[in-house]
C-alpha cells in the first residue's frame, strides 16, 4: 500500500511538473512570436500606404491578414498558458450585461454585415440585469461566440442575443443562430484547441481556440459556457454567471 502512494505521489508529481514546464514553454514562446509578428504589421502597414499596383497592394494584404491571425492565435495560447499557470488577474465586479453585449454585437457588425448575416439583441433593458464578471474578459467570450455565429452561418442567416433566468441567483447570455449546426458525433470536438471540425479547409479564418479559451475564461469568473446544436437549424452557445444587483462602481475584486 506504501509502495503504491508513493508511486501515485510520483506520477502526480510528474504531472505537476510537465503542466508547469508547458505553461512557461507557452508563456516564453508566445512572448518570443509577438515582437517579430508586430514588427512584420508594423512594415506591411507602411507598406500599404505606399503607391501600389494592385497586384502588390493584395500581396501585403495577404502579409497583414496572415500576420494578424497568428498574432491573435498568439494572444489566445498566452491567455490559456495564464489560465493553467494560475496567473491570469480578473476584476471581478458587477457588469450590466445588456451593456457589454451591446459593445460586443457592435463590435460583431461589420463582419456580420460583409457576409449578409443580421444581429440582433433581444434583452429588456429594465430591469437592469448585472451578472458578476471581469468586464473586459466577458468582452472578449462574447465577442467568440458572436464572431463564431456569425462565420459558420449562412448568407442571409441570423444571429439573435437574449438572456435567461438560470435560477439560484445565476443568468444566462445566450448566442443563438442558423447555421448548419454541429454533427452529434462532432459535439465532443467542439471545445478541443486547434480543432475547427474541418472549417480548416474552407475559407472561413479561425484559429480553433476561441471556444476553448472562451469556456477557460468563463469558468476563471465562476461561469460555465456550453451549448445545444441541432445540424441543419443552428447552434445555440451560452455563458451562465452569478446575477447581481450591484451597481458595479465598488467593490471591485481581483481574482
Known sequence: MESELARRDLQLEAAEAASVAKSE?????????RTPLNSVLAFAQLLRMEDLTPEQADCVDHILTASRHVLDLTEEVLDIARIESGHLELSMTSVPALEVTSEAVELTRPLAERTGVSLHIEIDPEPVLRVRADRQRLLQVLLN?????????????RVVVTCDDAGSDRARLVVADTGGGIRPEDLWRVFEPFDRLGAE????????VGLSLSRELTQSMGGRLDFESVPGRGSTFFVELDSTTSNGEEGEEKA
Open 145 to 157: 461566440l458572436l464572431s463564431n455565429a456569425v462565420k459558420y452561418n449562412q448568407p442571409g442567416g
Open 201 to 208: 479547409l474552407s475559407a472561413v479564418e479561425g484559429t480553433g
Open 25 to 33: 514553454f507557452l508563456t516564453r514562446m508566445s512572448h518570443e512570436l
